[in-house]
């Protein structure tokens, strides 16, 4: 039964980069029938999809961060990792991991991670 | 990019009401990439319904979905006390390839 659970630093100063992990345990994540996704929710607010990464390293981003994002994978580790560069402010917000499942919905959620951007 | 926008934005209804909750896009939606989520304070998103109108696993059948093209809704037959909830609707698209969600519903409690 898998699990996704979400790590990094929970505070980020503005300008910087945000990095955070996201591991998965009880199967692996290289199964050919999943991509792997980040969504990130700031608080009150609705949930944005960032991007998602196939095990082979294929990935597709969201127009609108595509220029900040890179969504990586390590199979060893049965990991896949988020970068969102130059942060500000606005990009405070809780970030999940999540299983990209078929008809593309997210079956596997991991618990979140809040990552607050201040100075 | 395909826009969803929900209504209303918040539904104040009492427990064993029937709740509809709207999920419009900008443009049409293929059926088999419509899905609805709940999700309760402090926790994570749980996938509700798929293919606009299937349940996930494990969902009760008062939940349901229906609608195509622009127009999709989420019904819950008889609201429970579990139920009251941020309701999110997200769509995939092929071309281009993107993923978007609605700006969700809130339940509460009337």
């Known amino acids: 039964h898998l699990q996704l659970h979400e790590s990094g630093p929970g505070l980020v100063k503005p300008s910087e980069t945000l990095s955070l992990t996201c591991t998965g345990s009880?199967?692996?994540?290289?199964?050919?029938?999943?991509?792997w996704a980040w969504i990130r929710q700031p608080p009150g607010k609705g949930l944005e999809w960032i991007g998602s990464?196939?095990?082979?390293?294929?990935?597709y981003y969201n127009p609108s961060l595509r220029r900040r994002v890179t969504i990586s994978v390590d199979t060893s580790k049965n990991q896949f990792s988020l970068k969102l560069k130059s942060v500000t402010a606005a990009d405070t917000a809780m970030f999940y991991c999540?299983?990209?499942?078929?008809?593309?919905?997210?079956?596997?959620w991991g618990q979140g991670a809040l990552v607050t951007v201040t100075s | 990019e395909i826009v969803l926008t929900q209504s209303p934005g918040t539904l104040s209804l009492s427990p064993g009401e029937r709740a509809t909750l709207s999920c419009r896009a900008s443009?049409?939606?293929?059926?088999?990439?419509l899905a609805w989520y709940q999700q309760k304070p402090g926790q994570a998103p749980r996938l509700l319904i798929y293919?606009?109108?299937s349940r996930a696993t494990g969902i009760p059948d008062r939940f349901s979905g229906s609608g195509s093209g622009t127009d999709f809704t989420l019904s819950i037959r008889r609201l429970e006390p579990e139920d009251f909830a941020v309701y999110h609707c997200?769509?995939?698209?092929?071309?281009?390839?993107?993923?978007?969600f609605g700006g969700g519903t809130k339940v509460e409690i009337k």
């Open positions: 999540a299983r990209v499942g078929f008809e593309a919905v997210f079956d596997i």
């Open positions: 009880g199967d692996s994540i290289t199964s050919s029938s999943y991509y």
């Open positions: 990464i196939y095990y082979s390293g294929s990935t």
């Open positions: 443009q049409s939606v293929n059926s088999k990439y």
């Open positions: 293919g606009a109108s």
């Open positions: 997200q769509q995939y698209g092929t071309s281009p390839r993107e993923l978007t």
